[in-house]
């Protein structure tokens, strides 16, 4: 019982943080010089061969894209899989596995290499940084 109630606490809670995750306050940030922040949540297991090759990516794209702010959510932590459940029913998707990589209001599963999904992700990352800026600059 007492399960439970802690359990419907957190969706409660993440509920009523999250009930505008569509805003752009989750996805994109202002930094104190101004400049656009995009957010990318990585969610990810312990237990996760393709989250393992996936992880060194992570420092490599905060070395890259100093506007980039990562948020790396492991799952056996109860509150991050409500977390992630949570924000991908927002987007209309189904978080059937790990890894997952929520940014710029959409949701990319899965990891094979550095050299294809690795570039994928980088090449959303920077065509939502772009549109971002444009659009903070009118």
Request: charged share 20%; hydrophobic share 40%; net charge positive.
């Amino acid at each position: 019982m007492i399960k439970r109630f802690r359990v419907f606490f957190l969706v409660f809670f993440l509920s009523f943080s999250f009930g505008a995750l569509a805003e752009d306050s989750v996805w994109y940030s202002t930094a104190a010089d101004g400049s656009v922040q995009i957010h990318l949540y990585f969610f990810w297991s312990k237990t996760c061969g393709h989250c393992h090759r996936a992880l060194p990516l992570l420092p490599k794209l905060e070395k890259s894209y100093p506007w980039l702010k990562i948020h790396s959510l492991e799952i056996s932590d109860d509150r991050n899989v409500t977390l992630y459940l949570s924000m991908a029913d927002k987007l209309g998707q189904r978080p059937n596995s790990v890894p997952g990589f929520l940014f710029c209001e959409q949701m990319s599963v899965g990891y094979g290499m550095e050299e294809t999904t690795g570039l994928e992700i980088k090449q959303q990352l920077e065509r939502c940084y772009q549109k971002q800026t444009k659009q903070a600059s009118h």
